[in-house]
């Protein structure tokens, strides 16, 4: 079984920057793409951005230019920059992680964590 444990959120005001953390643990043989998503009230859940076992990076337009997106292979980590926030990055974020244990795929999400921006 694959644990996901994130950190990071918290309240900013716009134009601030908040920087959000993801460890996988457990059994894992190896790790595909590494992502992050997020929810706002009353809206879908998105892809905010996603990082491959290759470092290739992709971003939803909302925030190109603002978030970065990287990962500690070694570490099993991954993390999100995100600088200039807006009000509309205010949701929860969630850290997403899918690749192979030694039995079997896996695709496992973080609990989740709040941010919020306003002044």
């Known amino acids: 079984q694959v644990q996901l444990v994130e950190s990071g959120g918290g309240l900013v005001q716009p134009g601030g920057s908040l920087r959000l953390s993801c460890a996988a643990s457990?059994?894992?043989?190896?790790?595909?793409?590494m992502g992050w998503y997020r929810q706002a009230p009353g809206k879908e859940r998105e892809l905010v951005a996603i990082?491959?076992?290759?470092?290739?990076?992709n971003y939803v337009d909302s925030v190109k230019g603002r978030f970065t997106i990287s990962r500690d292979s070694a570490k099993k980590t991954v993390t999100l920059q995100m600088n200039s926030l807006k009000p509309e990055d205010t949701a929860v974020y969630s850290c997403?992680?899918?690749?192979?244990?030694?039995?079997?795929?896996?695709?496992?999400w973080g609990q989740g964590t709040q941010v919020t921006v306003s002044s």
């Open positions: 457990g059994s894992i043989f190896a790790i595909n793409a």
């Open positions: 997403n992680v899918n690749g192979r244990t030694y039995g079997a795929n896996f695709n496992s």
């Open positions: 990082i491959t076992s290759s470092g290739r990076t």
